[in-house]
């Protein structure tokens, strides 16, 4: 059924700019990638690196203030930007679905999750049956282990967790390919966040869709990613398998303090770094690299241009000085 | 059904409220008006209806709390005096003739207005900052600020006197006797279209500007995103799930409607020379009339407080979250 | 008080008047160019102008019965006369200026008592604000046209500040409502909370940290008072129980229709008072509108896409910053 | 361990709020039989998820909310009771750093202008000018003449977090209260802002209670830890022990979740299936987390445990800890993280 080769989802040069009080923004900035069937990819980054934006534009679904204005974004080998908006409609959750931020504000407050779920099936599914679809979404709630008398429930009488799982339920509701997850876990507590990603992990595990998955923690990121870009000012700064990110090796700097960032054990406490200096502002850009003014090896030449991805062993790095980098790094051993 | 209670037991107080000021007011007012009346009817009525009126407006030596019990229990007991205008007809029997022409008259084109508005609105956010969302909203604020009683002189001048179109007075024609015939009903409802017109038009803008902002917030919240991307339709997200939430604050907002609309109809009526308690009430001040002023008023401010009652629980009904927090 | 004194550009006076200098309010920009806005101040401010300068444009004496009546608009007569022979122009005109007074009056009352009983309680909280809150409640549903006939019977012939009094006194109960949710929303905010535990005051906290983020609904809500003051006054007028004497936009409906405009065709002499009233109304409404768009960003949102124009302004962007 | 002087103790403090929903009407008790205490200069962790009542426990520390029953005492001063004005002088003496970053100053003043009011009515023969600098400069606020300047919507997360923390400093507070100041900020920003705090304790002697749900954070920068959930504190303990020797089987999950372990089946907490908030009731009786405790027996459901005395400094709420059927020592680290 699904080519084990093609990708799933290509993006290729894609950039997005929106439109603010402020004035025009470029949340994406040449963005390309792929992602092979079954595979996931994490995507990190400060809040306002553009990683939502690249969400919302690969579900076509970006606000009417925003568009992507160069490069292309295809899912299944189509490119969802041809479609008519009546064609988007029958391929957008039947092959890409999305999982939100929270299930709070993205569940009809005033609709019971029954109805909400139906409501799938009703439009994708028009030919089965009322008992079949009722079936169906018991298997759904099922997996993700949520009793079915919560589909009388209103959004507001659930748990966060609960809301989550039911999110998740609704998004594998139509077997898609591939799914975005846009912060899923982030509303949640520690506890159930760990245990709404082991749900995920199982539940690829069985169903093979490809996932983005986007959070601005590079320790959920690697736990539960194959493949993981970084993302900083609307640019991919480094890419590369999680492993990458689970043992030393060369990183742009931006990354290196990210993984500084994570609470580390050391003797009998955590211990935290931070990376100094402001996120950086969209709507005002600098030239040349974003990431200079908080950078500890930053040099002149780098308010030039912005650096484009180079190789460096298993992954690409987006940084004048990869080279030293890479060696800075085998030094390290 | 605590919040059942809770609204019943606001129910009470602002009627006890309602009661309290009809009693307080002829009181308060400087220059006792009420002396004035009773002065002006004194060769006209019997002594026992001056003493009567006396009483109830507290031209009397007896402690203002006494007066006010009496009165309480006057009230309990539907005596709500003597009207001075239809002298010797009870109060109570002036209001029964005329609530039914307004509450019929008032209630179509309220419901009219606020369902075709309400329809407008969501028309209008749906082809936001398009030509017709522009028409729709500049053309209701123009009308949502005309004075009823202009309106309807207006449509009299024109569509009354001038073109003949509608009757220009009453209820009905006054050769035909009420019953429950269609040629009746007929003419009835001819006779109101008019008045109704009035009514509508300027309540029109109202309800669609509410109902279009509350789109426009709503269209922005997450839920309807999440609905266009597994498919809903335009239409479906408008109707299904972008409505039914903007719908509830149109609701609350009945309470600040009804007094613009129970206002309108009181001068539509008067307009129309529409035998309603409106027009009623237009007489009594005309003849100064203050036992029937004072009855109508009461019975105008409980029919209002009694429909809020009932939005209070339609709301409740509506919202499954309707929550109040705080400290015990 | 602030003492800071350093710098030329904050010193005390500035520090003592914040609010206005600085681009959070820039709702007051971004309402200078909203189209709305700019007709509705045109129209407002047309009729103040009237309202001003009344003795110096009317021509003639509102009063005066000397001409010709029931003649339709001409030269001598612009708006045409009465039933009565008054030029119903002159009437418009002064009529102008006493029911904006009214207008004004009663809304400064009404927006003053909407204040008092919405603000400050729900910014105290406890059975104060419950209290209130019924109390206000109670005031919404008792329908406020009959209420204001049955006060203005028992005064009989009101003049202008009974009639202020009258209308202020009945009909601040809707915004007060209003003011109330809001005061609560921003009561906990965490910068309220803030300014409270740093020991401001409860009127300091209200008056600079509260009020200065609700300007605009203070603003609109002086607006609403405004139009429905108006249309409670021509209510009032039309059914006799305003001030007679004096000409309005209500009492020319009231003359018109007890004249029989309407009946002997009149349109110019029943056309100006009620024209004027949606106009006036139609320009508040307007600034109204005009506001919500400017203070609520949901409002301004397109229905369809601008993919094309933002392609166009990309590629100018990326020519600027030499991408 | 160390001998401070106590600054804030409570004893049975309970909070309760009503909730009319639909309908119903519901009493939840978010700050049930609360006692704890703070000692001068000491940094407080109190950790816990959401709805696990510990923001409305800060708040009724910090005086925002008065507790319906029990005791706090401040300095030895009662303040449980207070009357408005006296309130108003505790308010002073106590400090919220709150989490929304965004509504936490004024939109409508500059930096400046959100700072003049408390540092010159706190500054008390000083130069309010020179302690407004002085203030930017300890926060890290520079260059100091640009943000003064600034509007709150013209600084980043950070610096606005940074604002509040000058403006709570500018009273001279004994006591600091944070609520999850770093949780909306950014993941490489939190630490400085964390260390600021920290740093604030050694600098002006403060005490700081440092209210988060993300345990590695304050174990980084507290001194003791308090656990808490569904409203009752569960275990306490020096913030070095708890990771090593947690007991309770909330906070054993709490680290685990925490550290990416993998998770062994015996402390995998059941789902939850039904609606938070039955547990805040005031009707319910049992331990907090015996719903979804893997360790439950009957009488976790029927009484509240005791606080049991496990270590020096250390102590937990469990019934399962009481009857030796949980030792310490739990759970096996296999690695660590980064």
């Known amino acids: 059924m699904t080519d084990t080769t093609k990708p799933v989802l290509t993006v290729d040069h894609a950039t997005v700019v929106y439109e603010s009080d402020d004035g025009l923004a470029c949340a994406v900035n040449?963005?390309?990638f792929t992602v092979a069937p079954g595979q996931i990819l994490g995507i990190v980054g400060e809040s306002g690196c553009g990683k939502s934006t690249l969400a919302y534009a690969i579900m076509h679904l970006l606000p009417a203030n925003?568009?992507?204005?160069?490069?292309?974004?295809?899912?299944?080998?189509?490119?969802?930007?041809?479609?008519?908006?009546?064609?988007?409609?029958?391929?957008?959750?039947?092959?890409?679905?999305?999982?939100?931020q929270s299930a709070l504000v993205t569940l009809n407050p005033v609709l019971t999750v029954g109805h909400q779920f139906r409501e799938i099936f009703r439009i994708h599914a028009p030919a089965l049956s009322r008992g079949a679809v009722g079936e169906r979404i018991e298997e759904l709630l099922e997996l993700v282990r949520i009793h079915p008398q919560h589909l009388r429930s209103y959004p507001h009488e659930l748990s966060g967790g609960m809301r989550q799982r039911i999110a998740i339920a609704m998004a594998i509701a139509l077997d898609p390919d591939l799914v975005i997850m846009d912060e899923p876990t982030t509303a949640l507590d520690a506890v159930v966040q760990r245990e709404i990603l082991e749900e995920i992990r199982r539940i690829q595990a069985i169903k093979h869709f490809a996932v983005v998955f986007i959070s601005h923690d590079l320790r959920l990121i690697r736990y539960i990613s194959s493949a993981v870009m970084v993302m900083y000012a609307g640019r991919a700064v480094e890419t590369g398998s999680a492993d990458r990110f689970l043992h030393p090796a060369a990183h742009h700097p931006y990354t290196r303090g990210l993984l500084d960032s994570l609470p580390e054990w050391n003797v009998d406490r955590f211990q935290m770094r931070g990376i100094p200096g402001s996120p950086p502002d969209l709507a005002h850009p600098i030239s040349g690299c974003a990431f200079r003014p908080r950078c500890p090896i930053a040099r002149s030449e780098c308010s030039l241009a912005p650096p484009t991805l180079r190789d460096v062993g298993a992954g690409k790095i987006a940084c004048i000085d990869v080279q030293s980098l890479a060696k800075g790094n085998e030094a390290h051993g | 059904?605590?919040?059942?209670?809770?609204?019943?037991?606001?129910?009470?107080?602002?009627?006890?409220?309602?009661?309290?000021?009809?009693?307080?007011?002829?009181?308060?007012?400087?220059?006792?008006?009420?002396?004035?009346?009773?002065?002006?009817?004194?060769?006209?009525?019997?002594?026992?209806?001056?003493?009567?009126?006396?009483?109830?407006?507290?031209?009397?030596?007896?402690?203002?709390?006494?007066?006010?019990?009496?009165?309480?229990?006057?009230?309990?007991?539907?005596?709500?005096?003597?009207?001075?205008?239809?002298?010797?007809?009870?109060?109570?029997?002036?209001?029964?003739?005329?609530?039914?022409?307004?509450?019929?008259?008032?209630?179509?084109?309220?419901?009219?207005?606020?369902?075709?508005?309400?329809?407008?609105?969501?028309?209008?956010?749906?082809?936001?900052?398009?030509?017709?969302?522009?028409?729709?909203?500049?053309?209701?604020?123009?009308?949502?600020?005309?004075?009823?009683?202009?309106?309807?002189?207006?449509?009299?001048?024109?569509?009354?006197?001038?073109?003949?179109?509608?009757?220009?007075?009453?209820?009905?024609?006054?050769?035909?006797?009420?019953?429950?015939?269609?040629?009746?009903?007929?003419?009835?409802?001819?006779?109101?279209?008019?008045p109704a017109i009035t009514i509508v038009v300027p309540g029109l803008g109202g309800w669609l500007l509410h109902m279009r902002n509350n789109m426009m917030q709503t269209i922005g919240d997450d839920y309807i995103v999440f609905a266009r991307a597994k498919g809903v339709s335009p239409r479906g997200l408008m109707l299904q799930h972008a409505a039914r939430n903007a719908l509830l604050p149109s609701v609350t907002n009945f309470a600040m409607a009804i007094g613009f609309v129970v206002g309108g109809v009181l001068l539509v009526e008067v307009v129309f020379s529409y035998p309603g308690v409106g027009y009623q009430l237009f007489t009594a001040v005309q003849n100064e009339d203050y036992p029937l002023m004072q009855g109508l008023f009461l019975i105008i401010s409980l029919s209002v407080l009694m429909v809020n009652f009932l939005v209070d629980l339609l709301y409740a009904w509506l919202d499954p979250r309707s929550r109040r927090v705080g400290v015990d | 008080m602030a003492n800071v004194t350093h710098g030329a550009s904050a010193g005390p006076s500035a520090a003592a008047n914040p609010p206005m200098r600085h681009t959070q309010l820039a709702w007051v920009r971004r309402l200078g160019k909203n189209r709305k806005a700019r007709v509705g101040l045109g129209i407002f401010a047309a009729f103040v102008l009237i309202a001003v300068l009344a003795p110096a444009i009317a021509r003639y004496n509102p009063g005066s019965t000397n001409f010709p009546p029931l003649a339709p608009p001409s030269a001598q007569h612009w708006f045409g006369t009465t039933g009565l022979g008054q030029d119903v122009y002159a009437q418009f005109v002064w009529g102008t200026r006493s029911s904006l007074l009214v207008g004004f009056g009663a809304s400064v009352i009404s927006t003053v008592l909407a204040v008092v009983i919405g603000m400050y309680p729900a910014y105290r909280g406890g059975w104060l604000d419950n209290v209130m809150a019924t109390f206000t409640n109670i005031f919404l549903v008792i329908p406020g046209l009959p209420l204001m006939i049955v006060a203005a019977a028992y005064v009989h012939q009101s003049n202008t500040l009974t009639l202020m009094l009258i209308i202020g006194l009945t009909g601040w109960a809707g915004r007060a409502r209003v003011l109330r949710s809001q005061t609560l929303t921003l009561a906990h905010r965490e910068f309220v909370w803030a300014a409270r535990l740093t020991g401001a005051s409860d009127w300091r906290v209200l008056v600079r940290e509260i009020l200065p983020n609700m300007l605009s609904l203070f603003v609109a809500s002086l607006m609403y008072g405004i139009l429905g003051a108006i249309l409670a006054e021509a209510g009032l007028e039309f059914l006799g129980l305003g001030n007679l004497t004096q000409v309005s936009w209500g009492s020319m409906l009231y003359w018109a229709s007890n004249g029989g405009a309407e009946l002997n065709g009149a349109w110019w002499w029943l056309l100006p008072g009620g024209l004027a009233i949606a106009l006036f109304g139609t320009s508040l409404a307007l600034m109204n509108f005009a506001l919500d768009e400017v203070t609520n960003p949901r409002l301004r949102q397109p229905a369809s896409r601008s993919g094309e124009r933002l392609a166009r302004a990309w590629q100018v962007m990326k020519g600027d910053i030499g991408q | 361990?160390?001998?401070?002087?106590?600054?804030?103790?409570?004893?049975?403090?309970?909070?309760?709020?009503?909730?009319?929903?639909?309908?119903?009407?519901?009493?939840?008790?978010?700050?049930?039989?609360?006692?704890?205490?703070?000692?001068?200069?000491?940094?407080?962790?109190?950790?816990?998820?959401?709805?696990?009542?510990?923001?409305?426990?800060?708040?009724?520390?910090?005086?925002?909310?008065?507790?319906?029953?029990?005791?706090?005492?401040?300095?030895?001063?009662?303040?449980?009771?207070?009357?408005?004005?006296?309130?108003?002088?505790?308010?002073?003496e106590v400090q919220m750093i709150f989490q929304d970053v965004y509504n936490a100053l004024n939109p409508v003043y500059t930096v400046e202008q959100q700072l003049s009011f408390p540092i010159s009515r706190h500054a008390v023969g000083k130069d309010p000018d020179q302690e407004l600098e002085r203030l930017l400069h300890l926060t890290g606020l520079t260059p100091s003449s640009l943000i003064r300047r600034r509007l709150p919507h013209e600084l980043s997360g950070g610096q606005r977090q940074r604002v509040a923390i000058v403006r709570a400093l500018a009273s001279r507070p004994r006591l600091l209260v944070a609520d999850e100041p770093v949780s909306m900020l950014d993941v490489s920003l939190r630490a400085e802002i964390l260390q600021l705090l920290a740093d604030l304790r050694q600098?002006?002697?403060?005490?700081?209670?440092?209210?988060?749900?993300?345990?590695?954070?304050?174990?980084?920068?507290?001194?003791?830890?308090?656990?808490?959930?569904?409203?009752?504190?569960?275990?306490?303990?020096?913030?070095?022990?708890?990771?090593?020797?947690?007991?309770?089987?909330?906070?054993?999950?709490?680290?685990?979740?925490?550290?990416?372990?993998?998770?062994?089946?015996?402390?995998?907490?059941?789902?939850?299936?039904?609606?938070?908030?039955?547990?805040?009731?005031?009707?319910?009786?049992?331990?907090?987390?015996?719903?979804?405790?893997?360790?439950?027996?009957?009488?976790?459901?029927?009484?509240?445990?005791?606080?049991?005395?496990?270590?020096?400094?250390?102590?937990?709420?469990?019934?399962?800890?009481?009857?030796?059927?949980?030792?310490?020592?739990?759970?096996?680290?296999?690695?660590?993280?980064?």
């Not at chain 2, 609530?99 to 407008?120: D, E, F, H, S």
């Not at chain 2, 969501?122 to 017709?132: D, E, K, Q, S, V």
Request: include cysteine.
């Open chain 1, 66 to 100: 925003a568009a992507l204005v160069e490069g292309k974004i295809q899912v299944q080998g189509v490119n969802v930007y041809r479609l008519t908006e009546d064609e988007l409609r029958r391929f957008r959750w039947q092959h890409v679905s999305m999982v939100f």
């Open chain 4, 1 to 92: 361990m160390d001998e401070r002087a106590e600054l804030l103790k409570t004893s049975g403090l309970t909070v309760r709020f009503f909730q009319a929903q639909g309908l119903r009407r519901t009493t939840v008790v978010p700050v049930n039989q609360v006692s704890l205490s703070i000692g001068a200069g000491e940094i407080l962790g109190l950790v816990g998820e959401s709805g696990s009542g510990k923001t409305t426990l800060g708040r009724t520390l910090a005086g925002m909310i008065v507790a319906s029953q029990g005791r706090l005492w401040f300095n030895g001063r009662d303040v449980t009771r207070l009357g408005r004005r006296a309130l108003r002088q505790y308010w002073t």
């Open chain 2, 1 to 194: 059904m605590r919040y059942i209670l809770n609204r019943f037991g606001f129910l009470l107080i602002s009627a006890w409220a309602a009661v309290s000021i009809n009693f307080v007011l002829p009181r308060l007012m400087p220059g006792n008006p009420a002396l004035l009346m009773v002065s002006r009817y004194a060769g006209e009525l019997t002594p026992r209806a001056l003493h009567a009126i006396k009483l109830q407006f507290g031209v009397t030596s007896a402690p203002l709390l006494v007066q006010y019990w009496h009165y309480l229990i006057n009230l309990i007991h539907g005596r709500l005096g003597v009207s001075l205008t239809y002298y010797p007809v009870p109060v109570s029997r002036v209001i029964a003739s005329s609530l039914p022409w307004t509450l019929g008259l008032a209630g179509t084109a309220t419901a009219i207005a606020a369902i075709a508005g309400t329809w407008l609105g969501i028309f209008a956010a749906w082809r936001r900052n398009r030509w017709p969302d522009s028409i729709l909203t500049t053309g209701t604020t123009f009308t949502g600020a005309i004075p009823h009683q202009w309106f309807g002189l207006l449509l009299l001048l024109g569509l009354g006197y001038g073109l003949h179109w509608f009757p220009v007075a009453h209820a009905y024609s006054t050769q035909m006797t009420p019953q429950w015939t269609l040629a009746f009903a007929e003419n009835v409802v001819y006779h109101a279209l008019l």
């Open chain 1, 30 to 32: 040449d963005i390309s």
């Open chain 4, 203 to 338: 600098a002006l002697g403060l005490s700081l209670v440092y209210i988060t749900h993300d345990l590695p954070s304050a174990i980084a920068i507290c001194d003791r830890i308090i656990v808490m959930y569904g409203g009752r504190l569960i275990e306490s303990a020096p913030a070095g022990d708890l990771v090593k020797t947690a007991r309770h089987p909330y906070t054993a999950r709490l680290l685990l979740a925490a550290t990416f372990d993998a998770m062994s089946a015996e402390s995998r907490p059941k789902p939850d299936r039904q609606a938070s908030g039955s547990i805040l009731q005031p009707s319910y009786r049992g331990c907090p987390y015996a719903p979804r405790c893997p360790a439950v027996t009957d009488i976790c459901v029927e009484t509240v445990p005791d606080w049991i005395h496990v270590d020096d400094g250390h102590v937990v709420a469990c019934h399962a800890v009481a009857s030796g059927r949980l030792g310490a020592g739990l759970p096996a680290r296999e690695k660590s993280p980064g």
